[in-house]
């Protein structure tokens, strides 16, 4: 009696696969470095309340922690208001590394700012501008960055939008219950 052997069938069908798995992980590795590293993300909400209670609000030690949403962590609690040129720092639940808001430009149509999430992170700039009507403000927060996280900035700065924009949400959604609570 002959014994079959179905080996070199096996074998043949696993260096196919694995050959085409490497081409596609060479085509995904080339394509990225023909995409950009940098990303735009833009959200707005409309607050029932005049532009001027929002811009005396937005960047109070009542409120901002109160308002802006940090993944797992929070914006430290201060007293005051944050002024041109001043910063506040960021804490995490989860580890020591701390980042910081720091504010650049602040007029009454709107409000600049750049975050470093974390020491070794790139700077996130923020910009949030008021266009009013009466007692309707809209709100629109566009944030811009350029990621250095290797191979993986230009897949992370396309999926920008969705990752990070959940974040702007809850935040602007905060904003709003905050101000029209108040107002």
């Known amino acids: 009696m002959a014994k079959t052997n179905h080996h070199p069938a096996a074998l043949y069908q696993l260096r196919k696969v694995t050959r085409i798995l490497a081409l596609i992980i060479l085509v995904?590795?080339?394509?990225g470095f023909f995409m950009p590293t940098d990303y735009r993300?833009?959200?707005?909400?409309v607050i029932n309340a005049p532009?001027?209670?929002?811009?005396?609000?937005?960047?109070?030690g009542d409120y901002l922690p109160r308002w802006m949403y940090v993944q797992?962590?929070?914006?430290?609690?201060f007293e005051?208001?944050?002024?041109?040129?001043?910063?506040?720092t960021l804490s995490y639940n989860d580890i020591p590394d701390r980042g910081v808001l720091s504010v650049i430009v602040q007029?009454?149509?709107?409000?600049?700012?750049?975050?470093?999430?974390k020491s070794k992170v790139n700077v996130v700039h923020n910009?949030?501008?008021?266009?009013?009507?009466?007692?309707?403000?809209?709100?629109?927060?566009?944030?811009?960055?350029?990621?250095?996280?290797g191979l993986l900035s230009?897949?992370?700065?396309f999926f920008a939008n969705n990752i990070a924009g959940n974040n702007f949400e809850k935040s602007l959604h905060n904003l709003k219950e905050i101000i029209e609570a108040r107002h």
């Not at 993300?41 to 909400?45: F, G, L, P």
């Not at 797992?72 to 609690?77: E, R």
């Not at 005051?80 to 506040?88: F, M, R, T």
């Open 80 to 88: 005051g208001n944050l002024e041109e040129g001043d910063s506040i």
């Open 41 to 45: 993300v833009e959200r707005s909400v």
């Open 154 to 157: 230009p897949y992370l700065a």
């Open 127 to 149: 910009d949030i501008r008021f266009q009013s009507d009466n007692n309707e403000t809209l709100v629109v927060w566009t944030i811009e960055g350029d990621l250095s996280a």
């Open 28 to 31: 995904l590795v080339a394509g």
């Open 51 to 60: 532009r001027e209670v929002i811009f005396q609000n937005i960047f109070q």
């Open 72 to 77: 797992n962590g929070q914006i430290d609690a």
């Open 107 to 117: 007029s009454e149509q709107g409000v600049s700012f750049d975050v470093r999430p």
